[in-house]
């Protein structure tokens, strides 16, 4: 049974740092990744798919790798800004479906 | 449409209360899925469309869950019988296909009282 964790729950930071932020899998076996970003009282907004042939994807400030044989992904946020300050959600597909397992997500705060 | 679209944003419901929750996904789309997702909590899996076609609904807590995409394009949650228990935000997503981007809903917050 596919599991998800993501490390750290909660993250406050000053304005400007660059940040790192883990998700872990349990199943490798997986077609692809997905980060999300989830703002108070709204839906999850799509921020990177990595698919699982590919090692890493970019996006503006923000990069994911994807390592599946050790069952890990990261999220880099370059120059954090304050916008920047939402729950972050990793996704997977357990192995053989397209049903997506989460994680519970990391709270980040950019203070101004 | 430009996005996905859910509809309410917000439901209150006396316990025992029939409810609907409506989906319009991205036009074309041929994947649909419904999430639960409770407070402080990633979204769990409820069911899954591929044009009208449910696929999986392994994730259904309860028989009072009922979901449905008759023509392949919107889709509507239902739950009978409302419990204090289902209190939580459901979101809808769609994809072009399996292994594609997926794309959810602002939610509908249910709240069962």
């Known amino acids: 049974k596919q599991e998800v964790t993501q490390i750290p729950a909660a993250l406050s930071v000053p304005e400007g740092e660059n940040l790192v932020l883990n998700c872990s899998f349990t199943?490798?076996?997986?077609?692809?990744l997905q980060w999300f970003r989830q703002d108070p009282g709204k839906g999850l907004t799509s921020l990177l798919l990595?698919?699982?042939?590919?090692r890493e994807q970019t996006s503006g400030r923000l990069n994911a790798s994807l390592d599946k044989s050790s069952g890990r992904s990261t999220l880099y946020i370059a120059a954090s800004q304050p916008g920047d300050s939402a729950t972050y959600l990793c996704?997977?597909?357990?192995?053989?479906?397209?049903?997506?397992?989460f994680g519970t997500g990391t709270r980040l705060k950019v203070l101004a | 449409g430009a996005g996905v679209s859910q509809s309410p944003r917000y439901k209150v419901a006396k316990r025992g209360q029939d409810v609907a929750l409506r989906c319009d996904p991205i036009?074309?789309?041929?994947?649909l899925f419904w999430y639960q997702q409770a407070l402080g909590q990633g979204p769990e899996f409820l069911t899954y469309?591929?044009?009208?076609?449910?696929?999986?609904k392994s994730g259904l807590p309860s028989d009072r869950f009922f979901a449905e995409r008759p023509e392949g394009s919107v889709s509507t949650l239902k739950i009978q019988r409302t419990q204090q228990e289902d209190s939580a935000v459901y979101l809808c997503?769609?994809?072009?296909?399996?292994?594609?981007?997926?794309?959810f809903g602002q939610g509908t917050r249910l709240t069962v009282v």
């Open positions: 996704a997977v597909p357990t192995s053989g479906t397209y049903k997506y397992i």
């Open positions: 199943d490798s076996a997986i077609y692809n």
């Open positions: 990595i698919q699982s042939s590919q």
């Open positions: 036009s074309g789309h041929v994947s």
């Open positions: 469309f591929q044009n009208e076609a449910q696929l999986d």
């Open positions: 997503a769609s994809a072009r296909g399996m292994n594609t981007e997926a794309f």
